[in-house]
């Protein structure tokens, strides 16, 4: 059986792992702890194992290194006409040093708090309603500039700011929303004048090129009855000279049969009655006879009543 003495031992010998054991502080990923010694700052323990003196030493703040968001609620501010909105605004920060932002501000999240209401009065008290309204990048970049710049000695850096909502009262909303809507309705007028516009561009436009077309089809047609009547009257032309050629040649071949049978003067005379007699078929009302084939011509006309008289006896 063990003595007390040894019991005692083994006692002490366990406390002392466990208090060994209990002031192992391991620091995880984006934390860091701000250590004191007697009160006092001593370190700042990043990731890793680290061993706290018992007693001595003691963990004073743990802090959170990521980027952290702050919602606020909504600040009443006053514009520089008079006119009192809701404003609630989003901060986005990281602690940058923890020893300044453990010692350097009590309660650091109710400050950052009250200077953004501040500041944001600041602001738009120096501006109107209408360019508060459309001027939310100018406010949230002066406003990031000067609470950075305010918190740095915190140890606080702002990343960004957004006014998350502006709220102006109601009256103005109602006249905003009126507003909002009569200019929806101009759009909408114009976009129809617009589109009739268009429809009456596209109808002339068509008419113009159905115009064109029917113009050209007309030249079109013109052209081609001038070029057929032009072509009629060649080929009429042409079958007419080749008709009095055809007469000269055979004018000519006759002549040069006759030429070649060497005929006599009476030959010549009847041939010339014969010409008289077609002559005289014609539409001519005064025909000159020349000498020569008047006696020839009375010579036929007495043969002629002679050959009538035997005929008639005959009968």
């Known amino acids: 059986m063990p003595s007390i003495g040894t019991i005692a031992v083994i006692v002490l010998v366990v406390l002392i792992l466990l208090l060994i054991v ?47 968001v702050a919602d606020f609620a909504p600040q009443p501010v006053i514009t520089k006409d008079n006119v009192t909105m809701q404003i609630d605004t989003v901060i986005y920060f990281q602690i940058t040093d923890p020893k300044l932002y453990t010692y350097g501000v009590e309660r650091p999240m109710n400050a950052i708090e009250n200077l953004t209401a501040t500041t944001l009065r600041n602001i738009i008290g120096d501006m109107e309603l209408d360019q508060s309204l459309t001027s939310r990048d100018t406010i949230n970049t002066r406003m990031r500039a000067i609470l950075d710049e305010a918190t740095d000695p915190w140890g606080i850096k702002v990343n960004r700011v957004e006014l998350k909502n502006i709220i102006p009262p109601k009256e103005i909303q109602n006249a905003m929303e009126k507003q909002m809507k009569a200019e929806r309705e101009r759009r909408e007028s114009i976009l129809q004048a617009e589109g009739q516009k268009a429809s009456q561009i596209l109808v002339a436009e068509g008419e113009k090129e159905s115009a064109i077309l029917r113009a050209d089809a007309a030249k079109q047609a013109a052209i081609l009855k001038a070029q057929g009547e032009k072509e009629a009257r060649i080929m009429a032309a042409e079958a007419e000279a080749q008709a ?72």
Do not use: C
């Open 22 to 68: 209990s002031n192992i502080v391991i620091v995880q990923q984006s934390k860091a702890y701000v250590v004191e010694r007697l009160g006092a700052f001593r370190t700042v323990w990043n990731v890793g194992l680290h061993f706290k003196v018992p007693f001595v030493e003691r963990v004073a703040k743990k802090v959170s290194l990521k980027e952290q």
């Open 244 to 315: 009095i050629a055809q007469v000269q040649q055979a004018t000519a071949d006759a002549l040069k049969l006759l030429n070649a049978a060497n005929p006599n003067d009476q030959v010549i005379k009847l041939r010339a009655l014969e010409t008289m007699t077609k002559v005289a078929d014609g539409q001519s009302t005064k025909i000159i006879i020349p000498s020569e084939i008047q006696g020839l011509a009375g010579l036929a006309a007495s043969a002629k009543a002679l050959l009538e008289d035997d005929g008639s006896a005959k009968k």
